[in-house]
Nanobody, 122 residues
């Protein structure tokens, strides 16, 4: 129901866009969030976009560097990453959420998509 794509290798300071393919049916009923899990660390919330107003919430660790948007034509929710740092290296997951707010608890995720690996290295 959700499928993330677009991961790869990026240089520090570079940019990368990830896409989450998710049906309009799900987008109309749930907020969509992005999470990441770095090697040896717990999965953490990155940002989310609300179901109705398209308002977003963004983790402090990526604020000013990561944004989220909808591509209505292609039924995707895209994560735009810029100013990448080595510490952004992780498997990134999209998920459907019951709402969108700061520090969303991973235990409250409705459904997970498969992850896509982002590696930031020179």
């Amino acid at each position: 129901q959700l499928q993330a794509s677009g991961g790869g290798l990026a240089q520090p300071g570079g940019s990368l866009t990830l896409s989450c393919a998710v049906s309009r049916f799900i987008q109309d009923r749930y907020a969509i969030g992005w999470f990441r899990q770095a090697p040896g660390k717990e999965r953490e919330w990155v940002l989310c976009i609300s179901r109705i107003s398209d308002s977003t919430s963004v983790a402090d660790s990526v604020k000013g560097r990561f944004t989220v948007s909808r591509d209505v034509a292609n039924n995707t929710v895209d994560l735009h990453m810029s100013g990448l740092k080595p510490e952004d290296t992780a498997v990134y997951y999209c998920a459907s959420l019951f709402d969108c707010h700061n520090n969303y608890d991973v235990r409250g995720v409705k459904s997970w998509g498969q992850g896509t690996l982002v590696t930031v290295s020179s």
